[in-house]
């Protein structure tokens, strides 16, 4: 029995989210912790499972705020490091009418991208049951290859990656270099969660969510996972006999006040729900339905409130809300 279902490393930070204005009209802003593997993680541990994560932050006042909100959750830290000579990274978010987020990034170069080989919690990785990764810990080294690390020793003993690809211009030299760094990841991951933006960045503007997600498949994953927005998520895996399953599944309709860590959310709830068996990919078709029809409450509940973490759902919400 491995100690954690999910392990995720790589990018923690700050998110001032927008909270409306002053007397004087001028923008305020939450601080609330973010970063999509650590929302992911801490969504994993809100529904009950064992989580941990490795990542960097600054000796700051924002690196101990981040910590101290994963441990409040019971989330595992022993595997985070402090960086000397930078800064934990921020986020500012605003959001336009409908709640959808725009990013304003301080990360040049950021605490997160400092995350070294020799950092890594060896143990904590080889007690993974998933790792779980996003591309933005591939924008920079030595985060890159800290990423990659980790991923061979999972691999070696015997773990399950899960992969986000997530795509922020002003983070990367450039929209060809981060396409080709994204796809890299696909043959090393078992589970992909990608948005229909992500895949249409990835293989064209024209792709159905379909080829796509065979195409994710092709490149060796069992499972492949396209979210879309309020239409819920299509879904394609490979199952024991090898034969392929696919098929879309919906979700509520709700009031958005946030879109903030829907996907990171969505993604916790679908490796919490996997984890709840012996082999996380030994699944029949109705019960990974089952499963994304879960992640897709998760999800749901998420973005009807204010920031990432903070708005994650507890296992008996979800529960309510399914019934």
């Not at 009418?97 to 040049?108: I, K, V």
């Not at 696909?186 to 159905?208: H, Y």
């Not at 879309?248 to 969505?266: I, M, P």
């Amino acid at each position: 029995m491995k100690k954690y279902d999910v392990v995720a490393l790589g990018e923690i930070l700050i998110d001032f989210t927008f909270a409306g204005t002053n007397a004087e009209g001028k923008n305020l802003y939450e601080e609330n912790a973010g970063g999509a593997p650590a929302n992911c993680v801490s969504a994993v541990a809100k529904l009950g499972g064992r989580g941990a994560f490795i990542g960097m932050t600054g000796r700051d006042s924002f690196g101990e705020d981040v910590r101290r909100v994963l441990e409040k959750i019971n989330v595992d830290t022993s595997g985070m490091r402090y960086c000397e000579s930078q800064h934990t990274t921020l986020a500012f978010v605003s959001l336009d009418p409908s709640g959808e987020r725009h990013f304003s990034f301080c990360r040049n170069p950021g605490a997160d991208t400092q995350l070294a080989p020799k950092d890594l919690d060896e143990e904590m990785l080889k007690n993974a049951r998933i790792l779980h990764i996003g591309s933005l810990s591939l924008t920079d080294e030595p985060a890159k290859s800290a990423t990659l690390k980790a991923i061979e020793i999972v691999k070696k003993t015997g773990g399950l990656v899960s992969y986000d690809p997530n795509y922020r211009a002003n983070l990367w030299k450039g929209r060809t270099d981060a396409i080709e760094v994204m796809k890299s990841i696909f043959p090393l991951a078992d589970t992909v969660k990608v948005s229909d933006e992500e895949l249409a960045l990835l293989f064209g503007e024209n792709i159905s969510a379909e080829e796509g997600g065979n195409k994710i498949l092709d490149l060796g994953a069992s499972l492949a996972m396209i979210t879309l927005g309020a239409k819920g998520v299509f879904y394609v895996a490979k199952i024991p006999d090898k034969n392929r399953i696919s098929g879309t599944v919906g979700c509520k309709s709700v009031k958005v006040v946030d879109t903030t860590g829907a996907g990171d959310s969505f993604t916790g709830g679908i490796l919490y729900r996997l984890t709840r068996r012996e082999n996380p990919l030994d699944f029949t078709k109705e019960e990974l339905e089952a499963d994304l029809k879960f992640a897709n409450t998760v999800a749901s509940i998420c973005v009807t409130r204010r920031g990432a973490v903070p708005a994650l759902p507890s296992l008996s919400e979800v529960e309510e809300s399914l019934r």
